[in-house]
């Protein structure tokens, strides 16, 4: 008799993060476990499609190692139709109306799921994370700007277009801050790592404080870790920023909570890590800012925990489930 070896190894769920800067690629575990993961640089926006394609192969195989791949579920920095077939535009990636998952899914000949980043932060959430056992949930993510997701009754809203969840341009102010986006006094501008830093640097030189020596006195080079870790040291101007950030993030979630009346709201992202410096006067503006807050139960706003592996745990839940539904 031939010996043939040992056993084949299990298939394995395999979720990607693609980001404008970097592509993060993770074997994620039916329970949720982020067991080994494998990093590719993303080549930037304004190069040919092939060269992201090409970085994301290469983080796959390397994360997949000797195991056959049951499926790779995409989190893609960018709007996904609604079918989950086409990025129709990435402002940090080179995708704009590709046909991406049939693409990769014919060039590595495994099933492939595609989807908003920030939905997959959602779901993940939902799944494993600080919504599991929720009905419903409001996920926002607050980074650079602020995106999020939306589970409403165990059922991923994507939208007519695959773009809900966009909150960040909801108008908080009328004729407000410029925004990015083209509109005035978007939520963004208001509660988002950029906001933190704005109200910073505004008030530099005017005040006593730690982030003068951090940026070296040029406002222009400060960052929001220098405010998150002078908030931490007990900075009043970096604490009165996060104060004022958090209290806009609980006026947009009111407006959420008004829109979609879920059982709990999560706030992710990077801005997130500072805890209950941000989430507290959330709290506050929600219960003050909210519709009828005396006649309901107000949702609690929760710290998401899956931090920056959340939307590649989705992803891979994602193609997971398409499968099994099959």
């Not at 492939?112 to 926002?140: F, H, I, K, M, P």
Request: include cysteine; hydrophobic fraction near 45%; charged fraction near 20%.
């Amino acid at each position: 008799m031939t010996d043939t070896g040992g056993p084949m190894a299990e298939p394995v769920w395999i979720g990607v993060d693609v980001g404008g800067t970097k592509v993060l690629a993770g074997v994620v575990s039916d329970e949720g476990t982020v067991v080994r993961t494998a990093r590719a640089a993303t080549p930037g926006r304004r190069v040919d499609a092939s060269l992201i394609e090409d970085a994301l192969t290469d983080a796959v195989h390397a994360v997949a190692g000797d195991s056959p791949i049951a499926g790779v579920g995409l989190a893609a920095a960018g709007f996904v139709e609604a079918t989950g077939e086409r990025v129709m535009f990435a402002p940090h990636l080179p995708w704009q109306d590709e046909p991406v998952r049939a693409r990769l899914a014919e060039r590595w000949n495994v099933p492939v799921a595609l989807e908003n980043d920030a939905t997959c932060a959602a779901v993940a959430e939902w799944e494993y994370g600080a919504a599991r056992g929720a009905g419903s949930a409001v996920v926002v993510t607050l980074g650079t700007g602020i995106g999020g997701g939306l589970v409403l009754d165990g059922h991923v809203v994507r939208g007519a277009n695959g773009m809900a969840g966009e909150f960040g341009h909801m108008q908080v102010v009328p004729d407000g801050q410029q925004c990015e986006c083209g509109g005035r006094g978007c939520w963004e501008q208001y509660s988002s790592g950029n906001a933190l830093v704005r109200y910073a640097r505004e008030r530099l030189g005017h005040e006593p404080t730690m982030l003068e020596e951090a940026c070296g006195g040029h406002p222009e080079q400060l960052t929001g870790p220098m405010v998150t870790d002078a908030a931490a040291a007990g900075d009043l101007l970096a604490r009165a920023a996060f104060a004022t950030v958090g209290s806009w993030l609980g006026v947009g979630v009111a407006n959420l909570v008004a829109a979609f009346d879920p059982d709990c709201v999560v706030i992710g992202g990077g801005v997130s890590a500072a805890g209950d410096r941000l989430l507290d006067p959330a709290r506050v503006a929600l219960e003050r800012s909210l519709v009828g807050a005396a006649h309901r139960v107000v949702p609690p706003v929760l710290a998401a925990h899956l931090g920056p592996r959340a939307g590649l745990v989705g992803a891979a839940v994602l193609v997971r489930e398409s499968q099994l539904r099959r």
